[in-house]
């Protein structure tokens, strides 16, 4: 304190000293308080990212394994289908019963494991991200860009397609019910122009 100060201008120039402190004080902390959070956001995000990628890497190490199995599965389903099921031997008939619970275990294994049947149903729209069209065909049960029959069930591991479904089309022209929509519905390539307009394109190389 100078001479010329006086008791009340000290303590004046004091409690401005302080509240600039305070006002410091308070900045740094909403400053801290906003780095806490950055930093718990970004700790949050690192731990969503080790989770996508542990499953990512979970699907990508038995996606090959899957891959080779679907052969048997195959093979299974053309057995159980081929069967001659009125037979009256005995023998005949247990084997069949052994077949389809066999098919019906590695269904439900695949299912335990995240891989699902992609088995379009008649009259479903087409779609090029889960389904492969190898023929068309006219048909006046289904209206074109429909689904007519099922060739070859596809397959899909938590998600990404191991392999599309082989199906026959209804070609342009085709008469029938509008197709249904799947879950994810995709442009219909086979709709006439002005129909529908979309931009995915009829992929028969899925």
Do not use: C, W
Not at 159 to 185: D, F, I, N, Q
């Amino acid at each position: 304190m100078t001479d010329e100060q006086t008791p009340a201008e000290d303590v004046a120039f004091e409690a401005e000293d302080l509240a600039q402190e305070i006002e410091a004080l308070k900045a740094e902390i909403a400053a801290m308080k906003d780095q806490a959070l950055r930093y718990a956001a970004e700790a949050e995000n690192v731990k969503r990212r080790a989770e996508r990628e542990m499953n990512d890497a979970r699907a990508y190490a038995i996606q090959k394994f899957a891959r080779d199995l679907l052969g048997a599965a195959d093979n299974l389903s053309r057995a159980t289908a081929a069967s001659p099921r009125d037979s009256q031997d005995a023998a005949v008939k247990n084997f069949i019963v052994g077949v389809e619970m066999t098919e019906k275990e590695l269904q439900a294994a695949f299912e335990r494991n995240g891989l699902k049947k992609v088995d379009p149903t008649k009259g479903e729209k087409f779609d090029p991200h889960l389904h492969q069209a190898v023929m068309e065909q006219p048909s006046d049960e289904v209206a074109a860009g429909g689904v007519v029959a099922v060739l070859q069930v596809g397959y899909e591991l938590l998600g990404r397609l191991v392999r599309p479904a082989m199906v026959a089309v209804a070609a342009k022209g085709s008469t029938g019910p509008a197709p249904a929509e799947p879950a994810a519905a995709a442009a219909n390539p086979y709709a006439a122009s002005g129909e529908e307009a979309g931009g995915a394109a009829f992929d028969t190389k899925a």
